[in-house]
Nanobody, 128 residues
Framework: QAQLSESGGGSVQAGGSLRLSCAAA?????MGWFRQIPGKEREGVAY???????TYAGSVQGRFTIDKDHRENILYLLMDDLKPEDSGMYYC?????????????????????????WGQGTQVTVSS
């Protein structure tokens, strides 16, 4: 069984919405959604720390919402007003240790190097 399992990707037209889900099979603390766009570096787009505080990349601020169902241990990413430049492979990632009052280890928007656990990814394609 995968320890992080994403779903919800797909193809939509610009301006549309998608909701990604990431089911965690073990206890997690800081979690994040990252995306990999061909030809670009991996980007952290949204974070949810153990204090339930969320942080976003400027490119998605106001359009994406990260949330977590603590009972089911599922992390969500609701993506509204999608743009073609949002197309890419989306991954959820998790930190497995509690850190500094619930903050993410590595800062408010840590790079992927600070996350030891990753899902397999789900593809998002936005057409113009």
């Amino acid at each position: 069984q995968a320890q992080l399992s994403e779903s919800g990707g797909g193809s939509v037209q610009a301006g549309g919405s998608l909701r990604l889900s990431c089911a965690a099979a073990k206890t997690t603390y800081c979690m994040g959604w990252f995306r990999q766009i061909p030809g670009k570096e991996r980007e952290g787009v949204a974070y949810y720390d153990a204090r339930r505080i969320t942080t976003y990349a400027g490119s998605v601020q106001g359009r994406f919402t990260i949330d977590k169902d603590h009972r089911e241990n599922i992390l969500y990413l609701l993506m509204d007003d999608l743009k073609p430049e949002d197309s890419g492979m989306y991954y959820c990632a998790a930190q497995l240790q509690y850190y500094d009052g619930g903050r993410c280890y590595g800062g408010p928007r840590p790079s992927g190097d600070y996350f030891p656990l990753w899902g397999q990814g789900t593809q998002v394609t936005v057409s113009s």
